[in-house]
């Protein structure tokens, strides 16, 4: 058979799960094809994957991928990717925690470079900010995600998933569901559904922001205490009361709000407005 099958492999090397590292090997197949279908993944990519596993995913990727470099941190995994993939001369594997790696030398001269990851939860989050923040050369990253992310990425104005993650994806890329996968598809299960999201980089940023520090920091000022409104929220910005009265009457937003309520052309709005107050 063609394809790597998880829990064979699982047993061939008597492979012992590392729970801290939240080792969740998928085992249905149709996933695997789904998630390489829905990264659009063709001959020209190059594809960074983070978090291969025993390499289930990997192979499929191998198949249609120009080349593929695997991130593993988990040193027992390395012989067995090793091994079941070395057949394949467009396979490197990198040996390193995904947050210490150097994505931009690791991208080089490439320039149709697909990330697809399925990782831990708890490292998600800091991966996509770290990728999409570095301004990399990226087209898309495909990743796994707790459903409860995925819906923070989706999250819509003035509703408890909208935060400073869904601004952060929104600013940068397009998003496009690819499926659900329920518990039952990995071994061992886990107590959360998952989804598969792509995010496409878009050309460039949705809104034209003169200071990207400026924009970001007022979004997270807005989120860190979500019931403050936009007024207090914005002293931690340090304009003066009349500096900051007339941000708010120039950008034509109502500073009672709260910042959860803004859109993203608004959040635009109001820290370009404040960014050219603070040059006079
Ligand atoms: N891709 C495989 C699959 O779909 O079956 C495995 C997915 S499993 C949820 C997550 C993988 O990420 C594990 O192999 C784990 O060892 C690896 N991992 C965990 N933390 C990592 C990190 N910081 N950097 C790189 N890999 C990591």
Redesign the pocket.
């Known amino acids: 058979m063609d394809k790597l099958n998880?829990k064979e492999l699982v047993e061939k090397y008597n492979f012992k799960f590392?729970k801290s590292?939240?080792?969740?090997?998928?085992?249905d197949y149709t996933v695997?094809e789904d998630?390489v279908e829905g990264a659009n993944i063709t001959e020209n990519d190059y594809v960074i994957?983070?978090?291969?596993?025993?390499?289930?995913?990997?192979k499929e990727l191998l198949k249609r991928a120009k080349r593929v470099t695997s991130?593993?941190?988990?040193s027992k995994?390395i012989p067995i990717l090793e091994s079941e993939l070395s057949s394949y001369e467009n396979f490197s594997l990198i040996n390193?925690?995904?947050?210490?790696?150097n994505y931009r030398e690791l991208i080089g001269e490439e320039k149709s470079v697909k990330v697809v990851?399925?990782?831990?939860y708890y490292?998600t989050t800091p991966?996509i900010a770290n990728l999409l923040n570095d301004k990399l050369d990226i087209k898309s990253i495909t990743i796994?995600i707790q459903k409860e992310v995925a819906e923070r990425i989706n999250g819509e104005p003035s509703t408890k998933e909208y935060g400073a993650f869904t601004l952060l994806a929104k600013y940068y890329c397009d998003t496009k569901i690819i499926r659900n996968v329920p518990p039952s598809c990995?071994i061992p299960s886990?107590k959360v559904d998952s989804i598969v999201i792509r995010l496409d980089k878009l050309d460039k940023p949705r809104v034209e922001v003169k200071d990207e520090k400026l924009f970001f920091n007022i979004i997270r000022q807005s989120f860190n205490m979500r019931r403050k409104t936009l007024w207090n929220s914005m002293k931690a910005i340090g304009l003066s009361k009349e500096l900051q009265e007339k941000a708010f009457e120039d950008a034509g937003i109502n500073p009672t709000r709260r910042g959860e309520t803004l859109t993203i052309e608004e959040f635009a709005t109001l820290a370009n407005k404040i960014y050219e107050i603070r040059l006079k």
């Not at 994957?49 to 990997?58: A, D, K, M, N, S």
């Not at 990851?117 to 831990?120: E, G, H, I, K, M």
Request: aromatic content about 4%; overall charge negative; proline content about 7%.
């Open positions: 998880t590392t590292l939240g080792q969740n090997f998928l085992t695997l998630i994957e983070i978090g291969p596993g025993v390499g289930t995913l990997t991130i593993e941190l988990d995994l390193k925690d995904a947050l210490k790696v990851a399925n990782l831990p490292v991966i796994m990995f886990p």
